[in-house]
């Protein structure tokens, strides 16, 4: 209108300045009603877009006036949006915060003002009422929430999540099954389907789910290949004890194939290498794991790479590991490896040097005990203690040959395997299951003693100990009297006291 307005008065303005310029300015007659009026063109031009415009004006006063109940239907409906809007986040705050009872009273005004968003009005009520633990009244909204297609996959969730409250996992198995059968399905289901293959040690089914998945894009490749290795390794390992014939060639197909998909996947790896040295294809195997120490380097690596071959002298030994380390030289294993590769042939001046190397690093039980180790062997008897002392609070760090009694790396149960599975899929880090539940596991720490006495004889290589219950340490023999005043004399300060 205002645009319009402006347009006019421009055009008046500019036919009224082209008469004014003209020789002639006109003339305009008007006759109505009897009457007569008689005026230059200039000013007839501007009388009737006066008229125009007052016309104009009084119309769009009119339309306003008549629009008036319209603009305040639309300002109470914006005005009820708003509140909708406000009362709907109060809520939502409420159920995060756990207050169920405000939640709930939030969710019933939502209900009488939120007409326009019936399915966040549902969601509220069902998570109020579980927030307010209220059960049944959840349930009730979870499962009215399945006949709407927009919200089947919000309720079968929230029903999957309030059955394994309730501790009934058939019936969260079955939501999430139905979850995942939907055309638009989420990755809570895909995982909460595939924990059920893995607890029932399903591996094929498994894989299975890992490739629906990933055609279905409901996990990036890079999950799927991770989940994709650990459950062929976990398959393998199942597959090696089995009694039939070919069990044994498929498990090691499914290693090989666990260490080609993820070559930093060591539980693949160390088996794939095992199962091929057991054929006599140490080659081959020596390959596979000269190319995962270069991807990932990891303890069960070198342990493996070290039992490839069993008729070497230890410098023989010391330098094939020496080979492995130098194919990642600044990895932290490698530094490690370094030094045992110096212990293993006996040279006990270069293994105290490379330890140097490991100074910086976080101290941990098997560090401690690696430095003492490489102290002692180069005669620095006080630094080992030193080393020692500090081993006795630090945390522990698995060193993955303490499984078994012969030493074998990833002897997991099936259940183990599960998690680690699921672990290495998500987040590609390798898991500890055993030293997670605290099992008894071999030292680290070498067998000498702390005091300022004698030195006594220093273990070379930790000791394996039994896990039973039932075991006792040896009670030491008494020591003698001659011994023990000898001993009282040399460690008395001067002065007495």
Do not use: C
């Not at 929230?158 to 079955?174: D, P, V, Y």
Request: glycine share 8%; hydrophobic share 50%.
């Amino acid at each position: 209108m205002i645009r319009a307005g402006v347009v006019l008065i421009l055009l008046a303005a500019v036919a009224v300045g082209a008469l004014a310029l003209a020789d002639e300015p006109g003339r305009a007659t008007v006759v109505w009603l009897g009457w007569r009026a008689d005026a230059t063109a200039a000013a007839a031009v501007l009388i009737a877009l006066t008229f125009g415009l007052l016309a104009a004006v009084l119309w769009r006063t009119i339309l306003w006036i008549l629009d008036a109940p319209r603009r305040a239907e639309r300002a109470r409906t914006e005005s009820r949006r708003r509140q909708a809007n406000d009362v709907l986040a109060r809520g939502f705050l409420a159920v995060a915060a756990g207050d169920g009872s405000e939640a709930v009273r939030l969710s019933k005004k939502a209900a009488e003002l939120a007409v326009d968003a019936p399915g966040l009005v549902r969601v509220l009520a069902a998570q109020a009422s579980e927030a307010a633990g209220d059960t049944a009244q959840a349930q009730a909204a979870y499962t009215a929430m399945l006949g709407f297609p927009e919200m089947r996959l919000a309720g079968h969730k929230g029903l999957m999540q309030l059955a394994l409250a309730q501790g009934a996992r058939e019936t969260a198995l079955r939501h999430a099954q139905e979850a995942y059968g939907e055309a638009r399905t989420a990755r809570w289901a895909w995982r909460a389907v595939l924990e059920s293959r893995l607890d029932a040690a399903d591996w094929e089914g498994g894989l299975a789910l890992v490739k629906s998945a990933l055609d279905r894009k409901i996990v990036p490749p890079i999950v799927a290949e991770r989940a994709r290795a650990a459950l062929l390794a976990a398959s393998a390992a199942q597959l090696e004890h089995a009694p039939e014939p070919k069990a044994r060639s498929l498990a090691l197909d499914h290693a090989v194939e666990a260490a080609r998909l993820q070559p930093g996947f060591a539980p693949g790896v160390v088996m794939a290498a095992r199962l091929l040295a057991e054929d006599g294809k140490v080659g081959r195997a020596a390959g596979i794991i000269e190319n995962a120490w270069r991807a990932s380097p990891h303890p069960a690596l070198w342990l493996a790479w070290r039992d490839l071959r069993t008729d070497e002298t230890p410098r023989e030994r010391a330098q094939r590991l020496s080979q492995l380390a130098g194919l990642n030289p600044a990895h932290r294993e490698s530094l490690v490896l370094y030094v045992e590769q110096a212990l293993t042939a006996g040279d006990g001046a270069a293994a105290h040097e490379a330890a140097r190397a490991l100074e910086g690093e976080p101290v941990t039980a098997r560090i401690a005990g690696l430095m003492a180790r490489a102290a002692y062997a180069a005669g620095a008897v006080d630094e080992a203690r030193m080393w020692l002392a500090k081993g006795l609070n630090a945390p522990p760090e698995p060193d993955w040959s303490d499984l078994d009694p012969e030493g074998r790396p990833f002897a997991y149960h099936a259940s183990d395997w599960a998690r680690l599975a699921i672990t290495f899929a998500e987040t590609g880090e390798l898991i500890h299951p055993r030293l997670e539940r605290r099992e008894r596991t071999m030292r680290e720490l070498p067998d000498l003693p702390l005091a300022y006495a004698d030195a006594g004889p220093m273990l070379a290589e930790p000791q394996l100990y039994p896990v039973d219950e039932g075991y006792q340490e040896p009670e030491a023999e008494p020591e003698p009297a001659e011994t023990r005043g000898a001993r009282t004399r040399r460690t008395r300060r001067p002065g007495g006291a």
